[in-house]
Nanobody, 124 residues
Framework: QVQLVESGGGLVQAGGSLRVSCVAS????????MGWFRQSPGKEREFVAA????????LYEDSVKGRFAVSRDNAENTAYLQMNSLKPEDTAVYYC?????????????????WGQGTQVTVSS
């Protein structure tokens, strides 16, 4: 079993930055990937970014490339999503999720473990 706890959301003005964190516990992560998804009211949950745990290789959704950066700290079992140049359309609840492999990471169906979500609000 894997437990994921997120923190770091909040309110920021357009153009600002936030970093959200996701602490994982329950098992080792050498074969995992960690993903970030977001969901705003009336919309489906969408892929934002992912990182393959053992290699650190990142994957990004096109709309966040160049603005968001995903990273992880092996020693702390923590993943981070650094969000820069935030836009009002980035407003959503952001979720971290753990996948048991490193394929099809853009699909939420491949993530059996989810955090509780953290609200990110970007004002114009």
């Amino acid at each position: 079993q894997v437990q994921l706890v997120e923190s770091g959301g909040g309110l920021v003005q357009a153009g600002g930055s936030l970093r959200v964190s996701c602490v994982a516990s329950g098992r080792t992560f050498s074969g995992f990937a960690m993903g970030w998804f977001r969901q705003s009211p009336g919309k489906e949950r969408e892929f934002v970014a992912a990182i393959i745990w053992h290699s650190g290789s990142p994957l990004y959704e096109d709309s966040v490339k160049g603005r968001f950066a995903v990273s992880r700290d092996n020693a702390e079992n923590t993943a981070y999503l650094q969000m820069n140049s935030l836009k009002p359309e980035d407003t959503a609840v952001y979720y971290c999720a753990a996948a048991l492999g490193a394929s099809a990471l853009r699909s939420a169906r491949n993530y059996p473990y989810w955090g509780q979500g953290t609200q990110v609000t970007v004002s114009s």
